[in-house]
């Protein structure tokens, strides 16, 4: 049985029409259900285009509501993604199947709006869509981002770095960035890393040229430290004299920026 919560039955033969909007400024309305129908006249389709459909959960005046935050509704979201819950999107990786939701999916990563909405084949296929290029961890952890906003804290260095990779194969800049810094957090940590970490993006830049500044800068505050280490007398010479240029430059302009600071004090 369904309840009419509003209906308009006046219509206009004008040209311009105005807006009916349903909003019940007292918000006395409260629903157990999560479906609702909308009921046009035929007569009148042409007249008619709905904008938006706005749905608010609870009471203000209910000191009893449960207001859930909208940080703690996509974690809740992103559970039913790991709890083999039913959703309408389904991707095959590492042989293991993942639910997820269309719309945050598209609505989130322009990469998965492509694939879902757009004209790849995907979108009809009634199979599983499988992904090849990324493994089950890997696309954990990048689902995690994409429901969140945000990485999780414990993401390891090395997961840090294939989300890095994987997002900037398929253009999710937000995913990208978040990783380096990720990474720029361990290297930090541990300058043991820096060198490999050097080698791995110089092969790749300028796709990661942003980290790149970052080693530079994080190698000019600690060159002693560094050209200690093994690996640096391992580096290939061009590698090796980069890395001594680029970070000598931005010690000088350092200590320059230090000393004109001075001076106007």
């Known amino acids: 049985k369904w309840w009419t919560s509003w209906q308009q039955k006046s219509h206009t033969d004008k040209?311009?029409?105005?807006?009916?909007?349903?909003?019940?400024?007292?918000?006395?309305?409260?629903?157990?259900?999560?479906?609702?129908?909308i009921t046009l006249d035929p007569r009148y389709t042409d007249q008619i285009g709905i904008q938006a459909i706005k749905l608010l959960g609870s009471n203000i005046f209910d000191m009893n509501a449960h207001r859930i935050t909208l940080s703690q509704l996509m974690m809740n979201l992103y559970?039913?993604?790991?709890?083999?819950?039913?959703?309408?999107?389904?991707?095959?990786?590492?042989?293991?199947?993942?639910?997820?939701h269309r719309n945050i999916m598209c609505c989130r990563c322009s990469?998965?709006?492509?694939?879902?909405?757009?004209?790849?084949?995907?979108?009809?296929?009634i199979k599983p869509i499988e992904l090849t290029d990324i493994d089950y961890?890997?696309?954990?952890?990048?689902?995690?981002?994409?429901?969140?906003?945000?990485?999780?804290k414990n993401l390891s260095y090395e997961a840090a770095i294939k989300c890095m990779i994987y997002s900037n194969k398929i253009n999710f800049l937000t995913g990208k960035n978040a990783a380096v810094e990720k990474i720029c957090y361990y290297l930090c940590l541990?300058?043991?890393?820096?060198?490999?970490?050097?080698?791995?993006?110089?092969?790749?830049?300028?796709?990661?040229?942003?980290?790149l500044d970052y080693i530079y800068e994080l190698c000019s505050q600690n060159m002693n430290e560094i050209c200690?280490?093994?690996e640096f007398f391992e580096l290939d010479k061009n590698l090796m004299v980069d890395l001594i240029c680029q970070s000598t430059q931005r010690r000088e302009i350092r200590e320059q920026e230090k000393h004109n600071q001075a001076t106007l004090s």
């Open 15 to 37: 040209t311009i029409l105005s807006h009916n909007i349903f909003k019940p400024i007292l918000r006395r309305y409260r629903f157990q259900s999560n479906t609702i129908r």
């Open 79 to 100: 559970q039913q993604t790991l709890n083999d819950t039913k959703l309408d999107v389904q991707f095959l990786i590492d042989n293991k199947i993942i639910n997820v």
């Open 111 to 125: 990469y998965f709006r492509a694939l879902l909405f757009d004209d790849f084949s995907e979108k009809s296929q």
């Open 137 to 152: 961890e890997t696309f954990i952890e990048l689902l995690f981002f994409i429901y969140n906003g945000t990485y999780q």
């Open 190 to 211: 541990n300058h043991n890393l820096i060198l490999s970490m050097y080698c791995f993006i110089k092969q790749m830049s300028p796709a990661f040229d942003l980290l």
């Open 228 to 230: 200690k280490q093994k």
